[in-house]
Each structure stands twice: as structure tokens, then as C-alpha cells.
């Protein structure tokens, strides 16, 4: 166990789930790889498949469409995995609450499918890509 | 050399190639990072991430032809090793077996084939086009790493002797890409190891963005460590095969350059201690991160491998400078204007051999 959770809190490889979102946290996210922050740095990878991820970024609300997705794609990431909700709306449903289209908060969704997943949230909206990173390494250093 | 210390060779050898490909991919990424202007990830990064991966669950997914899926990363990974091995031994022992060039050559095609296989039993729609884009591909950049090998073989023909087997060693001897047709030769099979290693101008098989990590889309955990230990082998074998075949080789005794004092002070054992040094601070600060890049890069040119860094970093700089083509573009590119350009170096190469002029 030593040596493998070391070795994941080296190398977090993430998958980016849009689950409604409206494209600002998104931006945020891709603001993570510029030169600017670059996150390369710390082991951190966006991968293009849920397969290759340890961890998942997820923003939006989770739309009634949308959730399904989610599930699915949780199922997906090969555990250990981790679940990042990207701003307010993710973390809380945000100023959407309460509407006809939302299927609850995004931990809500994945706790449907596994009751024990490890779940971080990130609020602001949209987050700083500074709040990002101070997140996942808090995360990381209470693994 | 003694026969224990022989055998011993032969059993670090292979752990031996898959850490220097380990740290060939973290050159990869760090000098990416640089060209980007970014920091770029820790030396043992490529380490922690097969560690990683070798710790995580194996997903197969329910559609997925099993035994393929999971036999598929070994075959490619068992072909890589085993072409080096025997380039390896080429190198350092100067021996060689009859037709090994032909061996090479089907060995080389073995991981895209593993490839291919891999992604056709994975049951996903973007394997699928992945597996279609990579048969493609390498029908594609084959006939022109043929067509180069052949130019190799004209210009190195005359030169073997009567009683001689023309073999990689034999061609190891020489260094075809000092002349105009070898030149153009050198030039293509670049090019052509650029398609086999997936790299980005002809990463279509892969492509992140449109399919996802293509072929690879399936593999989770254990069986993409296995992957990408494959994918760092390559780039050692496929840059040293090119050595070998176009530069003249790696000298006998190539890793003796390193305890060898140049002038009275011992190079080697400097560059090894800064790269040390360096790489233990590297954390405070990015400056002290590059020193330790070029103390490596260092301590390759001094143990021989020179010539093995340079086509590293070119592959490296033409991965950084290029987008990503179409595959029908990637086709035309190989088959008209490399294949053009080929059938030009064979005709210059046979006028060269028969008028005994070795620059044309």
C-alpha cells in the first residue's frame, strides 16, 4: 500500500467530465496546463480516457442528462480514483438549484454508484486555478 | 571479457534498457516542457507513473476478446526487448546472425502489429478507428523504411568483403548517411521512426483530442504500464537502430568513455556528481533542474551514446515544431513524396556503386 499510494500521489492523471457546465470552470481547468501554472510539474496529466484517469475533475451541476454520463464514467475509472467538484454549481448545484433539468449536486450523483468514493470540492465560480491546485494537494496529503 | 562477467551483461541488459528508456521519455517531456516554456515534470516522474499504473485496478471490458486484450502489450513489449538485446549485442560484441537485417525489420513491426491487436479486441468504436488509422500508418511509412534500408544495403555492398556476410555489424562499420543518397535515406527513416513512435506529426493513431488516446482508450492499470514500458523501450531501440544502420554504430567500447580523464581531469565522474547534485536539489529551483538535464545529456555523449542523443533530440524538436497531419496525408507524404524521393537515392546509390564514387 506504501509504495503505491506514493507513487499515485506522484502521478495524478486527470479526466475532465463536463457535467453541464458552462465553460468558465473548463477554461479555468485548461488554464492548469499553460506555462503560466503548469501543473506538468507536479506529476499532473490531463488524459483523454476515464480508463487512463486517477482522478476526475467534474464541473457543472449534473444535469438529468448528464448524470447518467457520470455514473457511467465513474464506473469506468480503475480505483483508486479520486473526485474533484469544480465550483459552485458542482459542489452545490450553484444558482441552478431547485431546477426542473438538475439531478442534484455531483457528489450526490456519484455517491448513487459508490457510497465510499473519495469526494473534494473546489468552490468559487469559477475557481482560481491557484484554489484548484491548493485543492488536489490537500486531497493528496490526507490520502 | 570473462564469461561470468558476460553473463552477468546479458542479465542486467534488459532492466538495464527499460530505465534508459524510462529516463529517455522524462528527457522527452522535460525538453518539451522547455520548448514550451514550462517547468516540466520531476526526473522520476516517468518512474512514479508506471509505479502508479502497476498499482491500479485492471478494467476489461465486458465485449473485449480477453486473451488478445491482455497478451496483445506483451507481445509488443517482448518484440521491443528483444530487438534490443540484439542490438545490444551487435554494439558490444560485434557479432552478428545471418539475415538479422530481416529479423530487424520484423521485429520493428511488432509493436504496431501488438498495437493494432490490442485495440481491435478492445470492443470500442474509438479503438476501432485508432487500430484503422495505425494499419494504415504503417503501411504507409514501411515502404519507405524499406526502400531506405535498400539504399543502405546498395551503398554498403561494395564495401564488404569477398568473403563477408553483409549483416548489421557489417553495416554498423559504416556510415552510409556521409553521402547524398544516405543522406536522403537518413532523412526519410527519421521520419519514418517519428510514425513509429507515434509521435506528433503522425500521432493520428493516438490522437488525444478527437479519439481520445485512441488505441490505448481500453487499457487501464497493469496493462498500460506494460505499454508504456513498450513506448520507452522504443525510443531507445528504434534511434539506436538508426545509429547503427546510418552512423556508423556505437564504438565497442562505448561505455568506457565515461572513466576516461579527458586532459587529466575525469569528465565523466564530474558530469555524474553535478547530475547527482543536481538532481537532489531540484526541487528550489527550475535553473538547477536544467543543469541536471544537461549533466545527463552529458554523461550520454561521454559513455558513446552521442550519436543516440542527437537523433533524440531531433525526433524530440520535430515533435515540439510540427501539428498533427490527416492519415491521408501522412500516406501521400510516405508513399509519393518520400517514396519519390527514395527511389532518387537507390538510382544515385547504384550509379555510386558501379562508378566507385562513395558521395553520391
Known amino acids: 500500500m506504501g509504495l503505491k499510494m506514493k507513487a499515485l500521489k506522484k502521478s495524478v492523471w486527470v479526466f475532465h467530465v463536463n457535467a453541464g457546465a458552462c465553460n468558465n470552470c473548463d477554461i479555468e481547468i485548461v488554464n492548469l496546463l499553460t506555462p503560466k501554472f503548469d501543473i506538468e510539474r507536479f506529476g499532473i496529466k490531463l488524459v483523454g480516457s476515464p480508463r487512463h484517469a486517477d482522478a476526475l475533475l467534474v464541473t457543472g451541476v449534473g444535469t438529468r442528462q448528464a448524470a447518467i454520463r457520470l455514473r457511467e464514467i465513474y464506473r469506468q475509472t480503475p480505483k483508486p480514483c479520486i473526485v474533484f467538484c469544480i465550483g459552485a454549481c458542482a459542489g452545490g448545484t450553484g444558482i441552478f438549484e431547485g431546477g426542473y433539468h438538475v439531478a442534484g449536486p455531483v457528489d450526490k450523483i456519484i455517491r448513487e454508484v459508490d457510497p465510499n468514493a473519495i469526494i473534494a470540492y473546489v468552490p468559487g465560480c469559477p475557481p482560481k486555478p491557484e484554489a484548484m491546485i491548493s485543492g488536489v494537494l490537500k486531497v493528496l496529503s490526507t490520502l | ?360
Not at chain 2, 89 to 115: C, H, N
Not at chain 2, 183 to 204: E, H, N, R, S, T
Not at chain 2, 317 to 340: E, H, S
Open chain 2, 1 to 360: 571479457m570473462s564469461v561470468s562477467l558476460n553473463v552477468i551483461f546479458w542479465i542486467v541488459v534488459i532492466p538495464a534498457t527499460v530505465i534508459l528508456g524510462l529516463v529517455a521519455s522524462w528527457i522527452v517531456r522535460k525538453v518539451s516542457a522547455l520548448v514550451q516554456w514550462r517547468v516540466g515534470p520531476p526526473f522520476f516522474q516517468p518512474f512514479y507513473d508506471v509505479a502508479k499504473l502497476t498499482g491500479k485496478e485492471i478494467l476489461i471490458p465486458e465485449q473485449a476478446q480477453r486473451a488478445v486484450f491482455v497478451g496483445a502489450p506483451l507481445i509488443g513489449l517482448a518484440g521491443v526487448l528483444l530487438l534490443s538485446m540484439m542490438l545490444w549485442r551487435i554494439a558490444v560484441t560485434q557479432s552478428a546472425f545471418l539475415g538479422d537485417i530481416i529479423v530487424a525489420i520484423y521485429l520493428m513491426v511488432l509493436p504496431s502489429l501488438a498495437l493494432i491487436l490490442g485495440s481491435s479486441a478492445s470492443a470500442s468504436p474509438h479503438a476501432t478507428v485508432g487500430a484503422g488509422r495505425e494499419m494504415k500508418l504503417v503501411m504507409g511509412y514501411e515502404l519507405s523504411l524499406v526502400l531506405a534500408f535498400i539504399v543502405v544495403i546498395v551503398k554498403t555492398a561494395g564495401l564488404v568483403g569477398p568473403g563477408e556476410q553483409l549483416s548489421l555489424a557489417a553495416i554498423a562499420q559504416h556510415a552510409p548517411a556521409f553521402s547524398i543518397s544516405g543522406m536522403l535515406a537518413f532523412l526519410v527513416a527519421l521520419l519514418c521512426i517519428q510514425a513509429k513512435l507515434g509521435f506528433v506529426p503522425f500521432d493520428m493513431a493516438e490522437a488525444e483530442t478527437e479519439l481520445g488516446s485512441g488505441v490505448l482508450i481500453e487499457y487501464s492499470g497493469a496493462l498500460l504500464a506494460v505499454w508504456k514500458l513498450m513506448q520507452a523501450v522504443m525510443l531507445v531501440v528504434l534511434p539506436l537502430f538508426l545509429v547503427m544502420v546510418f552512423l556508423g554504430g556505437l564504438s565497442a567500447e562505448f561505455w568506457a568513455g565515461l572513466a576516461k580523464p579527458v586532459g587529466g581531469v575525469p569528465v565523466g565522474i564530474i558530469a555524474l556528481l553535478i547530475f547527482a547534485v543536481a538532481g537532489l536539489l531540484a526541487r528550489f529551483s527550475k535553473y538547477i533542474d536544467i543543469m541536471a538535464l544537461l549533466a545527463l545529456i552529458g554523461i550520454c555523449v561521454l559513455a558513446g551514446l552521442g550519436k543516440y542523443v542527437l537523433i533524440l533530440v531531433l525526433i524530440i524538436l520535430i515533435k515540439n515544431t510540427n501539428p498533427r497531419v490527416r492519415i491521408d496525408q501522412a500516406m501521400k507524404f510516405f508513399w509519393v513524396y518520400c517514396g519519390l524521393l527514395l527511389a532518387l537515392a537507390v538510382v544515385l546509390a547504384l550509379i555510386g556503386n558501379t562508378l566507385g564514387c562513395n558521395w553520391l
